[in-house]
C-alpha cells in the first residue's frame, strides 16, 4: 500500500500544512500591515527552501536553509510580498 493511501500519514502531513499556512499567513490576516507581509513572503520563501531539499524535512535541512544564499531567496520572497502590500494598500 502506498503512503499516500495511508490515513494516518495523512492526517499528519496535512495538519502540518494547516498549521504552517496558519503561522505564516496568520498575522497577515490579523493584523494587516508591511511588517505582516514581509514575514508571510519570507515564511513562503523558507517553505520553498526547505522543500527544494527533498520530501523528508530534517533539522540539517532547516540549518541549511538559513545559508546565505538561501537568506537572500528568501529576503526577495519577503520583499516582494512587501512590495505587494504597499502596491495594493
Known amino acids: 500500500m502506498s503512503n499516500q493511501y495511508d490515513i494516518k500519514k495523512q492526517l499528519i502531513d496535512q495538519s502540518a500544512h494547516l498549521l504552517g499556512a496558519m503561522i505564516i499567513l496568520a498575522p497577515l490576516f490579523i493584523l494587516p500591515s508591511l511588517i505582516s507581509a514581509l514575514w508571510a513572503g519570507f515564511g513562503i520563501g523558507l517553505v520553498r527552501e526547505l522543500s527544494q531539499r527533498g520530501t523528508q524535512v530534517t533539522w540539517q535541512g ?16 519577503a520583499a516582494g510580498a512587501g512590495l ?3 502596491i495594493a494598500s
Not at 62 to 77: A, E, G, N, Y
Open 62 to 77: 532547516v540549518k541549511d536553509s538559513f545559508k546565505p544564499f538561501s537568506i537572500l531567496d528568501m529576503t526577495f520572497w
Open 84 to 86: 505587494l502590500y504597499l
